[in-house]
């Protein structure tokens, strides 16, 4: 029997993997306990047609499979350069290694959350921001580059279990 608590890596919480070599393995049980704390419920790729860029950006795809969708969006800082998207849930996760040092503006249903946000340093398929605490109502939220050049991999939605 094998058990695994994982407490030093939080950022893969609530992701599960099971693999093996090429040899004959047997898996004969597994055991996932849900937690009473907020969970992702859906993650849409940067490519999704529920995100509405604006301003310079360029789309790769294509690309590695270390990344979600092997599709990455980069923006450039800039007046207008931004991204937006709605949601029903009580936070939400950006997703994407950060090439290139950014800063982004987090507005959600109108107020400035903050101005200033310097992106996690994260590898492939991690969040590099974080958003969490939000009522579980419908959301609009406009991220704004601010500074330098950002990387979205992708989105999770986040929400409280019942």
Known sequence: MFEYVDLLNAHYSGRIKL????????????LVKKNDKVVQYQRIDDLDDQ?????DWNHV??????IWNRTLSYGSSG???????DFRGS??????????ESRLSI????????????????????ENVMLKGLTNVNHHVSVGI????????????????R
């Open 19 to 30: 693999g093996t070599g090429y040899y004959k393995t047997e898996i004969l049980d597994v």
């Open 51 to 55: 995100i509405k860029y604006h301003g």
């Open 61 to 66: 795809c294509g690309l590695e499979n270390t």
């Open 79 to 85: 007046k207008y350069t931004r991204f937006e998207f």
């Open 91 to 100: 936070g939400f996760y950006l997703f994407g290694k950060q090439r290139f």
């Open 107 to 126: 507005t959600v249903d109108g107020q400035l959350i903050n101005g200033s946000l310097l992106p996690q340093t994260v590898p492939d398929k991690t």
């Open 146 to 161: 601010v500074e330098g050049t950002y990387t979205l991999d992708a989105i999770g939605f986040l929400k409280r279990p």
